[in-house]
């Protein structure tokens, strides 16, 4: 609530590109209710199209988690379900991750040069990890934030110090979760390379 004293629209005229497992999408061709209104056009790196609907999963608990991550960000006020950080920005869905939350570097390497070569977004959001350092994607990192963009990846849940891309990148605002009290969240990744920690 203090923030959207100090930026009331929300983000509006800001995008983010969310890079995840896509959207929840209805049988009515509409997003999830409380991202319809803000979704822009993406694109699937999974199935290689541009219809980036999450089909959901029969393994493991990542079950919707790009909606879920593209609400944090961006769900609008509308009196129903919850509202975003950003809630008046415009959300990029782009799959690159699978069954169970799966996916490749190369999918993930070639959502970022499409994001960049496009100027799709202004801010690309990546709730995902585990990598290790990749010259090809720290390339394509280098070359967004030459070009104004900013990445911002999860640290990881592995509880561990050990670095974790393209969250460690130095082209990345690494971010780990703390608890209410700002303790270090008993799941997160911690390091020197980390740079802001949040509830």
């Known amino acids: 609530?203090?923030?959207?004293?100090?930026v009331p629209n929300g983000g509006l005229g800001v995008s983010v590109a969310v890079l995840d497992t896509g959207i929840l999408g209805l049988a009515s061709g509409t997003w999830h209710p409380d991202l319809d209104a803000n979704i822009k056009a993406g694109w699937d790196f999974v199935e290689n199209d541009s219809n980036p609907v999450d089909p959901g999963s029969s393994i493991g608990d990542d079950v919707f988690h790009g909606t879920h991550v593209a609400g944090t960000i961006g769900a609008v006020i509308n009196d129903n379900g919850i509202g975003g950080v950003a809630f008046g920005a415009g959300i990029v869905p782009v799959r690159v991750l699978g069954e169970g939350g799966t996916g490749s570097a190369s999918d993930l390497i070639a959502a970022i040069n499409w994001i960049v070569e496009g100027r799709r977004a202004d801010v690309i959001n990546m709730s995902l990890g585990g990598l290790p350092e990749i010259a090809q994607l720290e390339s394509a990192l280098q070359r967004g934030v030459e070009n104004d963009l900013l990445f911002v990846a999860a640290a990881g849940n592995a509880s561990t110090s050990v670095k974790s891309y393209p969250a460690a990148s130095p082209y990345v605002l690494a971010v780990s979760a703390v608890d209410g009290a700002?303790?270090?969240?008993?799941?997160?990744?911690?390091?020197?390379?980390?740079?802001?920690?949040?509830?």
């Open 1 to 6: 609530p203090t923030a959207w004293q100090l």
């Open 182 to 199: 700002g303790n270090l969240a008993g799941y997160s990744n911690f390091g020197s390379w980390i740079d802001l920690a949040a509830p």
